[in-house]
């Protein structure tokens, strides 16, 4: 008795951008490190750019960050990534710094949520008042989700 049996290749889940949320309606965002104002207790004042919002509008197995530096000199990047949940908690996926050179840059994860966790935000955190040295440099970043 002989059976047949059929080989199906395994594809990998698609995955799509996610859009930043207050952004210019492109999934890749463009930015320079801005240096903070600094108290003199070493704290940064004010706003800085460093934060920027991806929104998941719906829900997915994995999330994908990318980073890739934008500046012709190197720079040391202090970056930090959280995946954001709908019950207002946070989980950080990434507390690194890179030093890459012009048009290179990293992609962290596949990261997934904890069980029974929703995210509704994922977080790029680029820039620290501890490291003034990262500021005027530029850098690209973008997040997909995948199934």
Known sequence: MMILV???P???APCQFLMPIGGDGS???TKRVDRPKISPLRMALGRTNW???FAVTQP???YKLFFTAQSTEQANYPI???LKFSDGSN???VNESMKPPLGKGAMFGPFTAPEGKAVSQVNFKIGASNDPGAS???YRISVQGCR
């Open 6 to 8: 059929a080989m199906t």
């Open 10 to 12: 395994v594809v990998a």
């Open 27 to 29: 999934t890749t965002v």
């Open 51 to 53: 934060n920027t919002d």
């Open 60 to 62: 997915h197995r994995r």
């Open 80 to 82: 930090q990534a959280y």
């Open 91 to 93: 989980l950080q996926v």
């Open 136 to 138: 005027g440099f530029s």
